[in-house]
């Protein structure tokens, strides 16, 4: 081979590599960390949280009281969802105290139920190695 040759496929190489080099340094990743669901209602939604100490039962990615369900996914659980949660708020249950709040505390509280839901998984889920280096959801 000529060094001519080589020359030219040097060339291309580096500038394959310069090129990479440029789109991968500029391109950045993108990622969805789910700020736009805390709207102005959730946040008022969070505080009411904080007021009536929900977290002193109730757990929210996995962290706070034992007494009731984790929070995380009620509104995305199937068979629950946002009119099962109100129904909680609005009646309490034989455990659960009966706060006699507002509509407009308990909207604020399921849209602040919707964020969290949106933003967390609860409980964790458990990935598996696979022999090739890939992960996948591991199954109980
Ligand atoms: C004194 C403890 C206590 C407090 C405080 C409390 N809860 Fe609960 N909550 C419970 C219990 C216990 C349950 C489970 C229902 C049952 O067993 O009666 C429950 C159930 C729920 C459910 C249904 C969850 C599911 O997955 O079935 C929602 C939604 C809920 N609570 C929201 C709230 C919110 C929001 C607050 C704050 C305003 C709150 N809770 C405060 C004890 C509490």
Request: with cysteine.
């Amino acid at each position: 081979m000529s060094l001519k040759t080589k020359r030219l496929i040097f060339g291309i190489l580096f500038s394959f590599f310069f090129l990479y080099t440029i789109a991968v340094d500029t391109i950045g990743t993108s990622k969805d960390d789910g700020e736009r669901w805390l709207t102005e209602k959730a946040k008022k939604g969070k505080l009411v949280f904080q007021e009536y100490n929900c977290t002193a039962c109730h757990q929210i990615y996995g962290l706070g009281g034992y007494m009731g369900p984790d929070l995380t996914n009620v509104i995305s659980t199937p068979g629950k969802g946002p009119i099962y949660a109100k129904a909680f708020l609005q009646a309490g249950s034989q455990r659960m105290p009966n706060f006699q709040l507002s509509e407009e505390k308990m909207e604020e509280l399921i849209e602040f139920l919707t964020y969290i839901d949106k933003t967390g998984i609860s409980p964790v889920k458990k990935f598996k190695t696979n022999f090739d280096g890939t992960i996948s959801e591991a199954t109980k």
